[in-house]
């Protein structure tokens, strides 16, 4: 990856005319706690750049002694939540920020302890301070009341808060606090075997193990300089892509069930178990699980299974279509979908929006077009492309994807080369190395450096819901609190992957 | 209209047989389990609240199966309910981070005696891939008394029903 | 023979009751059924009300003496409110006095969903409120057009004793059902989705609760309160259920307290409630949940479909 070095001070000028300039959208940012090396921090800020179909980094030094930088997020939206991050996990003051607030760690959490900074272990005990509360945007007027809802949920789904503000029904403003499902894991990884932490990565956000898993496994191979053999490329794009059918399937499950439709839901959730169990007859884990590793797969698939799925994936698909008209023809379900929580492209842009809820407003980006690895060139993946923006466009755009998905294991299953399933990797480090894939949600990068014993020095995740988070409250301007459930489901954000 | 009733002819009953849970999955608690469920009559009718105390959502994957068509937890009684006011089971899944520590005592104080606490997944029995992380408080049984423990990451449908309705069932026998 | 006449009557306010959950049941596995699956037992309302009631009661602190109460005064309005219809036996046409206005029923059931509303204020959640409030909404629009469509029944059989009405139409036949009586036949369906809140006014099995109606108002409740309150919105189903077959369909009904004629009015009225099961499973099943603020336009149609039933039933009674 390209890495540009700026002064400080010019960094946020840079990071601007990235966006401006070249149409960049920020992934990610992160900070290094280098003070060990030379007595400094480092930031970095990473763009995916699609005219170049590649990502570019732009970095900067914190010297010794200072523990602020010019904030960037004025300039570029995208980088206020990551900025935020950086302040409570390294100390590091993003100087104009508008927002001072924590992002993660919750008002019991001391000041001035600071999880990511190399003196603080990673299973220190930390007391709880008492007294302070989490100041929540008030919004005041004649009928305006606020609606805490969570961080426990009726379903079965995880936890987070939502304040809302009301008028009656409107909803005047929302803020959406997570941070109740971090279990600390960036510090995790640092200071394992990079070649051995594959199955730290599965367990970062459940339903995209592989997601996470392949970007980090790119990672380290591009740290290491190896490329996995063309049948590992081919059965990890086979693992990725049954993944993102088992998530669409059930998130249009779910959007068919809020509404009330529950005989659609119903249908697709018999749709989903039956690629889970397919799941886990070619790989024995019914989430794909255990599969990955640095250098290509742990082992070959079965003799047999990969024909095996290709017949149950052709009645899945002559299933699905059924089903899908189904539901396009629900007009009371198409009725409740149509115009809500519409999501202005803008917003998704401004903020970094990614996956199928910015592609659903006219975000035109997908990883496997923009930045593809292996023989993800070869595919020809168009992305699914709405205008709309609203719970129907997301929908759409996932069904849209369940089809293509269905396409292009078809094309995978034909076009399968032999030979070695894993590249040995014999040594890791030191370096950096940066891995993606597009997940069922959006975009995953994962950003690793390594020491020379082979050990994790630092690891960033993003997952797609920390760039796609910050879109929801946009999208529920103007729209009535009975539709935020439906809204909410429409984005199928993961709270464990924006905790970590 | 009519082409759901076409549709679900054609899909026919998708419930399937449930399979056995494996003993090596769980674990039922003694004697307190049992006076628990035969206060709730038997354990014929389980109300379930399902908290997530820190997990990755993979749990969730497979408990939101439980009331799909295929496994169809209702046909044995068992229902995902609400409001932890109503529920007879608390079904905990994840390590107990630190941040989830307090919500998770809450909801077990608002559900009414008798209740059963349930640890879902290898997280919730000991804290699994982030045992020892300064973000988790700890295992499920460090926070509430746990009544059932189901191994597995994630554990299977079948292994949650199936555990549930095992301690039902020895219930009934002792 | 005043008074057995009308203790008797009242005594089939308790079949309604003891048979509510039974009709909850099969109105569940009928839904389970056409979602493909395999579904609860048609007895397991009876096992998790019998649980409920062995349970402890949990009490917010906030809530006051109110929130105790309320579930009894559900139950107890309910439980009226269910005595005034006529079961398996109609009205016989040899008593006189009256039993069973259709108004005070209709205001029973008010009383109950006040009660109900109340309670759900009690322990300062915003969900509580929020249900009270779309409760509040809802049953503003569907009593108007309850009425009315309970009207053009009224006006047929120029009473508006439920068990009178269900023995005229019985006894006329089919010539008693005009045109009036299909408007308001359908008005009174529609209506009764929405009091007995079900799909597409409100999902009965949802567990979100920013979208609930009815379920967001009982929340807070545990234990006995909540068996009473379940209990009674089972009863409150087949009431309407019950209504509607008496009002609009009673032909079977017993009009004399026969031990043959008795057996025949329990079978009808078992068959005729499992048809309307069957129908409301598949009308759930087949559609989504309305926008909340379509809800108005809903009942509004319910209510003009009443008026119309109205006007047509006036026209031909008195010829102009």
């Keep these: 990856m390209d890495s540009k070095e700026f002064p400080l001070d010019a960094l946020p000028a840079a990071c601007a005319s990235m966006v401006r300039g070249e149409g960049a959208r920020l992934a990610a940012a992160l900070a290094l706690d280098e003070r060990r090396r030379d007595g400094g921090f480092s930031l970095r800020y990473v763009f995916s750049v699609p005219a170049k179909r590649s990502y570019v980094e732009l970095r900067g030094r914190i010297p010794a002694g200072a523990a602020a930088f010019p904030s960037s997020a004025a300039l570029v939206p995208a980088a206020h939540a990551f900025e935020r991050e950086i302040r409570e996990f390294f100390g590091l003051d993003p100087q104009g920020h508008p927002d001072p607030r924590n992002l993660l760690l919750h008002e019991d959490w001391p000041e001035a302890v600071h999880p990511l900074r190399k003196e603080f272990s990673w299973n220190a005990k930390t007391r709880r301070e008492a007294g302070r509360e989490f100041p929540f945007l008030k919004v005041t007027g004649e009928g305006v009341f606020e609606i805490p809802v969570g961080p426990v949920h009726a379903g079965v789904i995880e936890p987070g808060h939502f304040r809302f503000s009301v008028a009656g029904e409107p909803v005047v403003n929302l803020e959406v606090r997570l941070g109740y499902v971090h279990r600390g894991l960036e510090k995790l990884f640092e200071g394992r075997l990079a070649l051995a932490a594959a199955a730290l990565a599965e367990r970062i956000s459940g339903d995209n193990s592989i997601a996470h898993a392949l970007a980090y496994c790119r990672a380290v191979e591009d740290l290491a300089g190896r490329t996995p053999p063309p049948r590992a490329q081919a059965l990890r794009a086979i693992l990725l892509e049954l993944e993102r059918l088992y998530n669409h399937a059930g998130d249009v499950a779910g959007i068919a069930a809020d509404t009330g439709f529950v005989f659609g839901g119903a249908q697709m959730l018999i749709l989903r178990e039956r690629l889970l169990r397919e799941n886990e007859r070619l790989s024995g884990r019914r989430l794909l699980r255990g599969w990955l590793e640095p250098g290509g797969l742990a082992r070959d698939a079965a003799p047999g299974s990969l024909e095996t799925l290709a017949a149950a994936l052709e009645s899945c698909e002559a299933d699905y279509r059924e089903i899908e008209k189904l539901i396009l023809g629900a007009d009371s379900l198409m009725d409740r979908v149509v115009g809500a929580g519409v999501l202005d492209r803008r917003v998704a842009v401004d903020l970094g929006g990614v996956g199928p809820a910015a592609r659903a407003s006219g975000v035109d980006g997908d990883l496997r077009r923009d930045h593809p690895v292996g023989l993800e060139a070869e595919l020809g993946f168009q992305p699914a492309l709405r205008r709309e923006g609203d719970v129907r466009a997301r929908m759409l755009v996932r069904m849209e994807e369940i089809a293509e998905s269905f396409r292009v294991l078809r094309a995978l299953q034909a076009r399968m080369p032999d030979g070695p399933w894993t590249v040995p990797i014999n040594g890791v480090g030191p370096g950096e190395g940066v891995g993606w894939a597009e997940s069922s949600r959006g975009e995953v990068l994962h950003w690793l450096r390594a020491g020379p014993d082979g050990t994790i020095e630092r690891l960033k995740i993003k997952d797609p819901s920390f760039s796609n988070w910050p879109l929801v409250p946009w999208a529920v301007q103007g729209d009535i609190v009975p539709d935020f459930p439906l809204i909410n489901k429409s984005f199928g954000l993961s709270y464990a992957g924006h905790d970590r | 209209m009519f082409r759901i009733l076409r549709r679900c002819a054609r899909t026919g009953l998708a419930t399937l047989p449930l399979e056995p849970a494996r003993d090596a999955d769980y674990e039922l608690a003694g004697e307190k389990l049992r006076e628990s469920i035969r206060r709730l009559r038997g354990g014929r009718s389980l109300y379930v609240r399902e908290v997530d105390a820190g997990s990755c959502n993979g749990c969730e994957i497979e408990i939101s199966a439980l009331t799909s068509p295929v496994y169809d937890a209702e046909r044995f009684g068992v229902h995902v309910t609400a409001s932890p006011r109503h529920a007879d089971v608390l079904l905990v899944t994840g390590p107990v981070t630190r941040q989830m520590e307090l919500a998770l005592k809450m909801t077990y104080e608002a559900a009414p005696e008798p209740k059963i606490v349930v640890a879902c997944g290898d997280c919730a029995l000991d804290g699994g891939a982030f045992a020892g992380s300064y973000a988790v408080a700890g295992a499920v049984e460090d926070v509430l008394p746990v009544d059932i423990r189901i191994k597995g990451c994630p554990p299977k449908p079948s292994a949650i029903l199936g555990a549930l309705l095992a301690a039902v069932e020895r219930a009934g026998k002792a | ?320």
Aim: net charge neutral.
């Design chain 3, 1 to 320: 023979m005043e008074a057995p006449l009308n203790a008797g009557f009242a005594f089939q306010g308790i079949v309604i009751f003891l048979a509510a959950p039974l009709a909850a049941g099969v109105l569940r596995k009928l839904k389970a059924v056409l979602q493909n699956r395999l579904g609860a037992p048609v007895v397991q309302p009876y096992r998790d009300l019998r649980k409920l009631l062995g349970k402890e009661e949990v009490v917010s602190g906030t809530a006051s003496g109110l929130f105790r109460v309320a579930p009894y005064v559900v139950f107890a309005a309910t439980a009226g409110a269910c005595s005034l219809v006529p079961v398996v036996l109609a009205r016989m046409a040899t008593a006189g006095g009256a039993w069973g206005d259709l108004v005070v029923l209709v205001g029973l059931l008010a009383l109950g969903r006040f009660a109900l509303a109340l309670g759900a204020l009690e322990a300062g959640s915003a969900f509580g409120g929020m249900g009270s409030s779309r409760e509040m909404m809802v049953s503003s629009l569907a009593e108007p057009a309850l009425l009315t469509a309970l009207f053009v029944a009224a006006l047929e059989a120029r009473t508006s004793e439920a068990g009178r009405i269900a023995a005229h139409v019985a006894r006329t036949g089919g010539a008693a059902f005009g045109p009036g009586s299909a408007f308001a036949l359908a008005a009174l369906f529609l209506v009764a989705l929405a009091e007995c809140g079900r799909l597409p006014v409100d999902n009965p099995s949802t567990h979100l609760e920013l979208t609930m109606i009815h379920e967001a108002m009982i929340l807070e409740y545990s234990g006995r309160s909540l068996a009473l309150i379940e209990w009674a919105s089972q009863a409150r189903l087949l009431l309407f259920m019950t209504l509607l077959v008496d009002l609009f369909l009673p032909w079977g009904i017993a009009l004399d307290a026969s031990a043959a004629a008795l057996a025949l009015g329990a079978a009808v009225y078992a068959l005729k409630i499992a048809g309307l099961c069957a129908v409301l499973a598949f009308a759930e099943t087949s559609t989504a949940k309305l926008r909340l603020f379509r809800v108005p336009d809903f009942l509004g149609a319910a209510f003009v479909l009443a008026l119309i039933g109205l006007f047509s039933q006036g026209f031909i009674q008195w010829g102009l």
